[in-house]
């Protein structure tokens, strides 16, 4: 079983994708314009994200703008984590597109959006999440994982609704991220850089682990190559979502657990 998994994902992906790769050394605009949008969208990410970086700028226009926006959430955190999924979702999913329609002038199907025949392989990543679960039980016992996890922690407080409604928001940040790092480099970059798209795509999605728990970005680099060899097999990225958020919501579980928040 796990033999055949391992030629399904890798083996016969790897030879398929390589026979499609351009071979040609000509001068490429649309790999230039990838490479700037992926760049300049991290660049964004880490500081536009970032609450305080934008409250330092001392602009009184956005900081009245956050206030009043502010104005609308029970919490700070829970505003904190919704503005950053917002930014989160513009630099990975809306500039992307914009690009791909506009300046690629392709199908956002095929950028991973595709949904023929996604269920194909989906043995595949339910055997990747059951694998998962006695890992993620076990990271969750130390002390780093349970500081980082979950982001929002409820405090004297049920998970309905402030929790309830981060996690809907934490779907949509998995979706985004999904589609950039699958989707958008992947799937962009496979035509000169065939099964190798996946490792370079590897390199910014390891780093952008680098402020989460060490176990946690070693096994991104797992994660990274599995879910991009899975989606240059089904030219999707949805069951790679299904099971990044499946993953990512049994972290926070666990460590509600561990917390004792469920006794």
Request: charged residues 15%; glycine residues 4%.
């Amino acid at each position: 079983m796990l033999k055949k998994s391992w030629n399904s994902i890798f083996v016969e992906t790897f030879y398929r994708t390589e026979l499609e790769k351009e071979s040609s050394p000509k001068f490429d605009k649309k790999l230039l314009v990838l490479f700037l949008t992926t760049t300049l969208s991290l660049i964004f990410i880490q500081y536009l994200g970032d609450l305080n970086f934008i409250q330092s700028l001392d602009n009184s226009f956005i900081n009245n703008c956050i206030t009043s926006v502010r104005e609308l959430f029970p919490n700070r955190r829970l505003f904190e984590l919704v503005y950053w999924v917002s930014i989160i979702v513009i630099c990975y999913f809306v500039i992307p597109v914009i690009i791909i329609k506009t300046i690629f002038k392709q199908n956002l199907s095929n950028y991973g959006l595709s949904i023929k025949g996604i269920f194909k392989s989906y043995k595949i990543y339910v055997l990747f999440f059951v694998v998962m679960i006695p890992l993620i039980l076990f990271v969750s016992t130390t002390q780093s994982f349970q500081h980082k996890y979950p982001f929002y922690k409820p405090t004297n407080e049920s998970l309905f609704p402030n929790f309830v409604i981060w996690q809907c928001f934490y779907f949509l940040q998995f979706f985004a991220l999904e589609f950039f790092f699958r989707g958008f480099m992947v799937h962009g970059l496979k035509k000169r850089f065939g099964y190798y798209s996946i490792f370079i795509m590897m390199i910014p999605y390891v780093m952008i682990h680098f402020q989460k728990p060490m176990p946690e970005t070693i096994g991104a680099v797992l994660a990274g190559m599995v879910l991009g060899s899975l989606s240059l097999k089904s030219n999707s990225i949805w069951l790679g979502v299904a099971i990044h958020y499946s993953v990512a919501i049994t972290m926070d579980l666990a460590a509600l657990w561990q917390k004792g928040f469920f006794y």
